[in-house]
């Protein structure tokens, strides 16, 4: 069983930067890959970046892309994602999520066996 506690959402004009971290129980964390999604109000939850078990491997949403960075920290069982260049469309309650089986795992997927509480991220214009 692996938990997971997002933190690092806020308030941010368009333009700047946040990051954002998801901290997480279990020593299986090093095994799992990760993702981030968001969802915003009205919409359907969306994949945002992922990793690798090994850390070797990312993969973006084209909205994000060159924009994010998905990075992880086994030693602080921590995955990131760093934001930079805000938009307003960024706008949603972002979530951290962990994949139990890095042989089916689908990088671009939405499909992960364990999710956070999540945490609001709002860029004002």
């Known amino acids: ?18 990051r954002l971290s998801c901290a997480a129980s279990g ?3 090093r095994t799992y ?8 109000p009205g919409k ?3 994949f945002v970046a992922s990793i690798s078990w090994s850390g070797d491997s990312t993969y973006y949403a084209d909205s994000v892309k060159g924009r ?4 992880r920290d086994f030693a602080k ?3 990131y994602l760093q934001m930079n260049s805000l938009k307003p469309e960024d706008t949603a309650v972002y979530y951290c999520a962990a994949h139990g089986d890095r042989i089916t795992w689908y990088p671009l997927g939405l499909k992960y066996d364990y ?6 991220v709002t860029v004002s214009s």
């Open 115 to 120: 999710w956070g509480q999540g945490t609001q």
């Open 1 to 18: 069983q692996v938990q997971l506690v997002e933190s690092g959402g806020g308030l941010v004009q368009a333009g700047g930067s946040l």
């Open 68 to 71: 994010f960075t998905i990075s």
């Open 44 to 46: 359907e939850r969306e």
């Open 27 to 29: 020593r299986t964390f």
């Open 33 to 40: 890959p990760m993702g981030w999604f968001r969802q915003a």
């Open 77 to 79: 069982n921590t995955a």
